[in-house]
């Protein structure tokens, strides 16, 4: 037998071979399911066709969004989520539809056998329904409750005389029913409920909720297991039930949300013992609880445009002195190596002061609970250096005192004071042009040690699913900020903040959007209150600056918005520039002898083509910002972006207007690293020239007690200098006239960062 097998097994497998080789090539592409591009409801009445959709597995192939509408078109395979026919599915599908019906009251519905028109390899299905007379609830009755508990309990529930004999919404209202007595203290409340339709009438029906509170019932034994750091007090207190309250089902979901705000509890959960037999007047509770480290270190570092490399470290206790309390070390450096990579890494870091090494040490303690488990207390110390390339170098030392509370699940407000003691260090253009403010002696006042000392509340709802790559949710960031004398604040201003952004999941891409807008105030300057001028002061922290790989990426950092020009006074007096000379002579410049205009003082100068100009960021007291982008997989490791940014901010003196927006298109990709995605995104900005003020200095004639090294030089030629006898003043005045300025500032623009954009 073993012989005959050995000698069979060939033969048939030949044959098998012989039997596919002779299939025609037609037959074979029959065999396979054709692709589904439409289904069809015929009669449907009372639902609509997306709806009855919901209840079969049949779909059609279908574009994943409308933003990919022309690529669906070209049949582009990520664009398309693509479905095709399963016979299988029709009859199931045909049964779902039935159920689907008669659980919303329509118990005579018929549903016929699906039809399929297939033609050249595509297939459309139709589900014909005949959905018949629905079954209505003429007559609702609850029975087993006080007048008084029927008030409390019976309004507004999901269903109503007159609708329909819906099984879900009878199931509904009892799960409502159940869940109201069990927040009041009834934990072992039941409803049974009975539907009667009488014979001489199928259509209606008569409705019967009979309720059984049970008795009322209180909270008794509470243990709680896996504590090792926190003790039984602060458990106690943070979740707010105790033995011989009233049991209150609510309270029990709340108990466990609070317990997630004691940071060093990594998992917990709160379980009433509801399912006992007694069915007493007594719920036992266990609460268990498993403790993340009472000690823990953190470290990090990135690389992006703006500011180089940066590390940062903390160093934070959990439960420190007990009870949950917080307290937390904190030291961040960034602008490492940005002079020495200017040109290859770092080209929106500065240059000068503005590429040193900025950084910042904070120390902060939280108190977890104050009045309440949703109230929390902080206060923390801080001193920093901070750089906004190319603007200001900040100095700081202060404090912060902020309560905060949950006011719902992810959502927090927090009220802040925050006064602390700055110095900044800032060319005098900033100064003149963004304060108005451009003799030397208010300009040094401005620069020295100043109190700004806001107080404010910010409201953050994040219903996103991630904080480094969300992929669906949305986030919402409301912050108002005040500043007077009575806060011991120097400068006076309000601002407003409010940003939204949204993530749409589709399939394996994501829709990201977001919206930015703000606006700032000022009061003035109390250092500067007793001239007899009205100065609008705006401290440069304050003011808006867009542009950069968060904001507008078809941008530099801070490139967006109000800017000027400088020139110096050896660049507009030098007889030797390209094209020609700087355009002005001593006369222009000379302090006496400038020209008295509606907007002030300014020098009488027209500069020639070539001169050098050095544009600078001023700040805006109003700026929109508004960003879409789609996420799509490349690979199984990287991830392509196509987005488009719109944005502007705006000046003081300067009126909103829609022309004014820049809208920058652009691409990225991104690849996934342990601290979030490495962004590298490339941005196309279409500004081109400007008109732009331009601001210089002005000069008087050279006088005995002078430095000589005061002198003005300027350029004679290609190598060769000449020193006039003249000096700066130091006071700052722009041009009589503006200039355009930017004809080729068109182009490209990469960003590296770490971290989606928003």
Known sequence: MTGAGSFLRPAVLGLTVACVLAIPRGTAGQLQPPEVTDVRFEGNEAFPDDSLATAIATRPTECRSGLFLPLCALGVGFALDRSVLRERDLPRDRARLILWYRQRGFREVQVDTPAVVRQNGNAEVVFPIQEGRPVIADSIRYTGLSESQAEEILSDLPIREGDRLSAIALDATRDSIVSRLANRGYAYAQVFRNALRPADDPHSAVVTFEVVPGPLSTYGDITIEGLDNLNVGTVLRTVQISSGDVY???????????????????????????????????????????????????AGGGLNTAECFNLEARWTSRNFLGGGRLLQ????????????LQDQLCPQAGQGKYARLTGVASVEFVQPWIFSTRNSFSASLFAERQSLPNIFVRRAVGAQLALSRSISPQTLLTFFYRPELSELDADAV????????????????????????????????DRSDDLLNPRRGYRVLLDVEHAATWTYSDFRYDRVVLEA???????????????RGGWVGSGGFEGLLDEPRSVELVHPQKRFYTGGANTVRG????????????????ILLSPYIIGGGGGCDVTDLDADNVVETPGGDRVPCDPAPGTIFEPRPTGGTRVFEANAELR????????????????QAWGRD????????????????RFPSPVGPIRVD??????????LSVVTETIREFADGDPESAKIEVRTGEETRMTLDWVSTGTLVPLVQPIPFGANDKGLQLHLSIGQAF
């Open 501 to 515: 952004s949204r993530y749409v999941p589709m399939g394996p891409v994501v829709f990201a959007a977001r919206l």
């Open 632 to 647: 799509f997989p490349v690979t199984s490791f990287l991830e392509g972006v196509v987005f488009g940014d719109v944005g």
């Open 555 to 570: 941008f530099a950092q801070s490139g967006l918005g109000p800017r000027v020009l400088v020139a110096r006074p050896n």
């Open 329 to 340: 070390i904190r030291g961040r450096t960034g602008h490492l190596l940005a002079a020495q």
């Open 430 to 461: 900033l100064f003149c042009t963004g304060f108005l403010v451009c003799d030397p002696d208010d300009i040094r006042r401005l620069r020295g040690r100043n109190y700004l000392s806001p107080v404010g509340a910010s409201l953050v709802r």
């Open 654 to 669: 300067q009126a909103i207007h829609v022309a004014s927006l820049e809208f920058t298109p652009g691409l990225g990709v």
């Open 682 to 691: 490339l941005a196309y900005r279409f500004r081109g020239e400007e008109t």
């Open 248 to 298: 209150r089902r609510n309270e029990i979901e709340e108990a466990t949300s609070r317990l997630y705000g004691l940071r060093i509890i990594r998992s917990a959960s709160v379980v009433p013992d509801t399912l006992s037999l007694d069915r007493d007047s007594v719920v036992d509770v266990a609460i268990t609880i498993q403790e993340g480290d009472a000690y823990r270190v953190r």
